[in-house]
C-alpha cells in the first residue's frame, strides 16, 4: 500500500531555532501533500496544502512565514517551523493520497511531536 | 457550526459490547466519507470508507445518510485492540483537497 515515511518522529528544541520536518511518499508520486497540526485532545487541523513546485497555500490563520513549506520534488514535502516559540508545541503531521478517488484514502506519516522549550 | 461534528466520548465499554458512533457534516457537497482510527500520539489510520449502501469489514459497520448528512461506524464485540480515538472524516472532492477532520471519539474497552 501507499506508504508515506515522516521523520524526525520527535523533535525537542529551544526558543527561536528552526525545525524541518521531511515528508516522502515512498511508493507514489504525490503531486500535492497536505501538512496538519494537531494539539492535546484537538481535532487534526489542516495548516497548508503543499503542491509540486508551486507555492503552497495557507489555511486562514497560518502564517507563511513562519511555517516555510517546499514541494520541490514530486516525492518530497518539507515543512520549517522558523523561530520556534513554546505555543509552536505540537503534533505535525502530512497526508498524501497515491490518486483520486473514494478508494485510495489519503495516507498519514508517522508524525512528528515537536516541542519547544 | 464546525464543519464535521462527532459525540464527545470518552465512550467505556466491556469487551463484547456493541457501540455506535455518530457524526454529522456540515458541508452538503461533501462527496467522500471515511472513519480512522488514531491511537495515542500515533498517526490516524483509515478504518473504512463510507458508501451510501453502507459498508462492513468484519465487526465494522458504516453507514452514510446523505439526506441527514450523517455518518455512522458500528463496532460489534468489541476488543480490547479497539480503544483507540475515532475520527469521523469527510473529503469535498476525492483526490487533490484536504481531508476535513471531526474532534474523535474516544473509546476504551474494559476487561
Known amino acids: 500500500g501507499a506508504v508515506v515515511s515522516q521523520h524526525p518522529s520527535r523533535v525537542i528544541c529551544k526558543s527561536g531555532t528552526s525545525v524541518k520536518i521531511e515528508c516522502r511518499s515512498l511508493d507514489f508520486q504525490a503531486t500535492t501533500m497536505f501538512w496538519y497540526r494537531q494539539f492535546p485532545k484537538q481535532s487534526l487541523m489542516l495548516m497548508a496544502t503543499s503542491n509540486e513546485g508551486s507555492k503552497a497555500t495557507y489555511e486562514q490563520g497560518v502564517e507563511k512565514d513562519k511555517f516555510l513549506i517546499n514541494h520541490a520534488s514530486l516525492t518530497l514535502s518539507t515543512l520549517t517551523v522558523t523561530s520556534a516559540h513554546p505555543e509552536d508545541s505540537s503534533f505535525y503531521i502530512c497526508?498524501?493520497?497515491?490518486?483520486?478517488?473514494?478508494?485510495?484514502?489519503?495516507?498519514f506519516g508517522s508524525g512528528t511531536r515537536l516541542t519547544v522549550v | 457550526r464546525k464543519e464535521v461534528e462527532q459525540d464527545p466520548g470518552p465512550f467505556n465499554v466491556p469487551e463484547g459490547a456493541t457501540v455506535a458512533f455518530n457524526c454529522t457534516y456540515s458541508?452538503?457537497?461533501?462527496?467522500?466519507f471515511f472513519w480512522y482510527r488514531q491511537d495515542c500520539r500515533k498517526e490516524p489510520k483509515l478504518l473504512m470508507s463510507v458508501y451510501s449502501s453502507g459498508n462492513e469489514d468484519g465487526r465494522f459497520t458504516a453507514q452514510l445518510n446523505r439526506a441527514s448528512q450523517y455518518i455512522s461506524l458500528l463496532i460489534r464485540d468489541s476488543k480490547l485492540s479497539d480503544s483507540a480515538t475515532y475520527l469521523c472524516v469527510v473529503n469535498v472532492i476525492s483526490g487533490n483537497t484536504p481531508l476535513v477532520f471531526g474532534k474523535g471519539t474516544r473509546l476504551s474497552v474494559i476487561a
Open positions: 497526508s498524501a493520497t497515491p490518486g483520486a478517488g473514494l478508494d485510495y484514502g489519503y495516507t
Open positions: 458541508n452538503s457537497a461533501s462527496q467522500s
